[in-house]
């Protein structure tokens, strides 16, 4: 594995030499047909893609480039929990500081030196001075009904006007003009932070913005780091030198110098326009709402430039390789605060917000309570939806061990805790109201709080449960998954809680029918983007005393389509039987190993 990629093109040449890049030669409509195949080639872990003729535009297109794990470990040199396991053991290593450690940590120190920024004095990136008309780039649309074309893979630069610190990251931006786009800054993200502290003072906001850059500085923009870590500096050490950068030229912004394109402009205060809807990474439309504008003043770009797409959508995307990535670069730091936490895994599955397990060590009773509670604090996490405890011995990426878990372990009477209003993410719309929604968390470690579970009985005949049940599915014996209709779920749900013929279930969720049972990806899809713990969730009987509430047997989730809901991403059935009767022409003689026929 090479690693240490100076720019995009180094990292294609990478690709291509070990057979994981595919070249498009044929012209390919940027509106959809794009995303189509990039998603299809996503599905069957197939290679990265380089599309040369995008209609409309003379620029290439790179895209699903950090689709595999096994691309991943290529733009890093080594597997991305190496990371972290390498900062992990510096810190105890030198705690405390010796000669002797010092020198068995030669090689990380080598690399935090690296962790910085060099500037240069002609920059790749500032080559060419283009027209101010974003309708010269490929930008892709990716879903029939997006508000119009999105950069989705942009690494957006912004600095603090109060600090001077400097924040690196990937927010998306709607095309609105020739030089205006959107600029979606979601809750808890530095350039919001930022945005925030320059329009409280009344000031424009300088931004540049990056398409195309080095592999590690594009993992590094897209790695949720704790505030206040420069991503460029973060982008050395993972590369192993220094980020060359250059001064803008027409904001006060240093830019990546080896980048592909770079956009400058500002952000006015008070200045929103409406951007979305917009198919994201929970599988949905995220709902239309003003947004800050970018105004873009200058573009450049290297000769011979290359734009980079990424598409979003419902699970598995792209963004699948890249978020668990990033989990496994940050476990080992995250273990040095919580000493107590074996294992962490959000579930793509869910949009990665909407599950999260926990796999804890407990020295004293309900230290799984504290850790969750110290989680859902800490950075990115502070917006998941549903946090699971198991114990340390648990396989918390194996939903079927944390559904034994649950078995063996959860009583809701004990071990069932809501915390309503609270940060949601912005584009979770189960809640209904943006940016605030509720958390719940669920202690399935053996702390001796939960009796034992009771064997669901042999032979169960799900599918004749009720008549309203459209199908149903029992897995691990504990968690039933029935379909019904939203007018039916919630009456379905207090009679299936009720009830004391089903042994050993704990838990009941009622899906929509467009969830399809027998998949394990779309049922946890189904299951975890469509409900707010506090509004959908219910038990066989609650007890109220003082403040303090008690809820008891059996837990029901009403994650069904709601009224409200915005629509599942779909793509037009034009642009599906398009690209199958294209194949041929794009995969010629089926050269690429693992591609779908």
Not at 179 to 193: E, L, P
Not at 422 to 451: I, Q, R
Not at 478 to 493: E, F, G, K, M, N
Request: with cysteine.
């Amino acid at each position: 594995m090479k690693g240490g990629h100076a720019d995009l093109r180094a990292f294609l040449a990478d690709l291509e030499r070990a057979g994981d890049l595919a070249r498009i030669a044929v012209p390919v409509d940027p509106r959809l047909e794009i995303a189509e195949i990039a998603g299809r080639v996503v599905r069957s872990d197939g290679p990265a893609l380089l599309f040369e003729r995008p209609i409309g535009s003379r620029f290439p297109v790179a895209a699903n480039l950090f689709g595999s794990m096994r691309r991943i470990e290529i733009a890093l040199g080594r597997p991305p929990e190496a990371v972290g396991e390498e900062l992990a053991r510096l810190v105890e290593r030198l705690q405390p500081p010796s000669l002797g450690a010092l020198w068995r940590s030669r090689r990380t120190l080598r690399r935090l030196l690296a962790a910085r920024t060099r500037p240069v004095g002609r920059a790749p990136s500032q080559e060419v001075e283009a027209p101010v008309d974003l309708s010269a780039l490929p930008v892709i649309t990716s879903w029939p009904r997006d508000a119009g074309p999105f950069l989705t893979f942009p690494l957006v630069l912004t600095i603090d006007p109060a600090t001077g610190r400097r924040n690196l990251g990937v927010y998306r931006m709607q095309v609105m003009g020739k030089d205006r786009t959107g600029m979606h800054w979601q809750i808890a993200k530095g350039g919001s932070f930022h945005h925030h502290e320059a329009e409280r003072s009344g000031r424009a906001m300088p931004v540049a913005v990056a398409v195309g850059a080095d592999p590690c500085l594009m993992l590094a923009a897209v790695t949720p780091l704790p505030e206040n870590i420069d991503e460029l500096a973060f982008a050395g050490f993972l590369r192993g030198r220094p980020t060359r950068i250059a001064r803008g030229a027409v904001v006060p912004i240093d830019v990546p110098a080896q980048a592909e394109f770079v956009l400058e402009g500002e952000v006015l205060p008070g200045e929103r326009e409406v951007e979305g809807p917009f198919g994201d990474h929970f599988g949905h439309y995220s709902h239309a709402a003003p947004f800050p504008v970018f105004r873009v003043r200058r573009i450049s770009h290297r000769r011979d430039a290359v734009y980079v797409a990424s598409v979003v959508g419902r699970p598995p995307q792209e963004d699948r390789a890249m978020g668990d990535a990033a989990q496994l670069m940050l476990l080992p730091l995250l273990r040095l605060i919580h000493p107590e936490v074996r294992d962490l895994w959000a579930y793509y599955q869910a949009g990665f917000h909407g599950l999260a397990v926990a796999a804890v060590a407990q020295r004293y009773g309900k230290e799984a309570v504290k850790a969750a509670l110290g989680l859902l604090g800490a950075g990115q996490m502070a917006l998941a939806k549903c946090l699971v405890m198991v114990d340390g011995g648990v396989d918390v990426r194996d939903f079927r061990a944390v559904l034994r878990a649950i078995a063996a372990n959860f009583d809701p009477a004990h071990d069932f805790l809501l915390l309503p209003r609270t940060p949601f993410d912005t584009l979770d719309f189960s809640s209904m109201t943006p940016n605030l929604g509720s958390k719940m968390v669920l202690d399935a470690t053996s702390d001796g709080g939960a009796p034992a579970a009771p064997e669901p009985p042999r032979g169960m005949d799900v599918g004749a449960l009720d008549p309203r049940v459209r199908g149903a599915r029992l897995l691990e014996g504990t968690l039933l998954c029935v379909v019904a209709s939203h007018a039916d779920a919630r009456p379905l749900l207090d009679a299936l809680v009720a009830r004391g013929d089903l042994g050993g279930v704990r838990i009941v969720a009622v899906v929509s029918e467009d969830v399809d049972l027998s998949d394990d990806e779309a049922l946890l899809w189904g299951l975890f983007t469509r409900f707010d713990p506090a509004r959908d969730v219910v038990f066989a009987g609650v007890e109220v005393r003082g403040a303090w509430t008690a809820c008891r047997g059996r837990m029901g989730i009403d994650a069904t389509f709601k009224p409200g809901f915005p629509d599942p991403v779909v793509m037009d059935p034009d642009v599906v039987l398009r690209v199958d009767e294209r194949w041929g022409e794009l995969f010629p003689g089926g050269r690429q190993a693992g591609l779908p026929p």
